[in-house]
């Protein structure tokens, strides 16, 4: 259960339900983290064209590996769940376990290995990265527009990941269908929202 209650004011708050609507489409369910926002659902869009504005000069599969290595270094299991699964159209389950544990070379191509790491680097200590941490990523053939794009997927993952961590969003039940040993690999923080628990916080 989450740390905070959604706004009282959010069943007709027009743009709170629109914004509801929004998420139950895409999930098929309305995602924990989404009544989260009620409180501040301009946000929410102000993070979806964030997100469009990082993806639009990076290769789908790239951007899913980079925001899944931060994700992970976040220890967020929310966002390691979510894109993990997404991870699931390029790789198999075990794949991306390997992946869950830092285990990318053999995995991913070397310029995705690269990228991966730097990523998590940046997500786990900003102020600690070096010359050191780029220059594998020149090796490969990155330039420093690309290099600035890894950097971004990888700081808007910080913000994302923080801030519904941060009030306690738990990963969605729906993550339970999953295959055990698949889920737990990506429970890097968190653990999922149990069966058992009360039912998350609704629209309304």
């Given at each position: 259960?989450?740390?905070?209650?959604?706004?009282?004011?959010?069943?007709?708050?027009?743009?709170?339900?629109?914004?509801?609507?929004?998420?139950?489409?895409a999930f098929g369910y309305l995602p924990n983290?989404?009544?989260?926002?009620?409180?501040?659902?301009?946000?929410?869009?102000?993070?979806?064209?964030?997100?469009?504005?990082?993806?639009?000069?990076?290769?789908?599969?790239?951007?899913?590996?980079?925001t899944f290595a931060a994700?992970?270094?976040?220890?967020?299991?929310?966002?390691a769940l979510a894109h993990g699964c997404k991870l699931r159209g390029f790789f198999s389950d075990a794949e991306i376990e390997r992946l869950a544990g830092g285990e990318y070379e053999g995995v991913v191509e070397a310029d995705?290995?690269?990228?991966?790491?730097?990523?998590?680097?940046?997500?786990?200590?900003a102020s600690g990265v070096t010359e050191a941490h780029v220059a594998p990523m020149r090796a490969v053939g990155f330039s420093d527009r690309e290099i600035f794009d890894v950097a971004?997927?990888?700081?808007g993952r910080a913000f994302f990941s923080k801030l519904v961590e941060g009030l306690g969003a738990l990963p969605?039940?729906?993550?339970?269908?999953?295959?055990?040993?698949?889920?737990?690999?990506?429970?890097?923080?968190?653990?999922?929202?149990?069966?058992?628990?009360?039912?998350?916080?609704?629209s309304g």
């Open positions: 259960m989450a740390f905070i209650q959604p706004d009282p004011s959010a069943k007709t708050d027009g743009h709170v339900q629109a914004m509801y609507e929004r998420q139950a489409e983290y989404a009544v989260l926002f009620s409180h501040r659902p301009e946000v929410i869009d102000l993070w979806a064209e964030l997100q469009r504005g990082l993806r639009r000069h990076v290769g789908l599969r790239l951007f899913e590996l980079v994700a992970v270094e976040l220890k967020s299991s929310y966002c995705e290995a690269a990228a991966m790491h730097y990523a998590a680097a940046v997500a786990a200590d971004g997927v990888a700081a969605d039940r729906a993550y339970l269908d999953l295959p055990e040993s698949f889920r737990s690999a990506l429970e890097v923080g968190r653990a999922t929202e149990s069966a058992e628990a009360a039912a998350p916080l609704q």
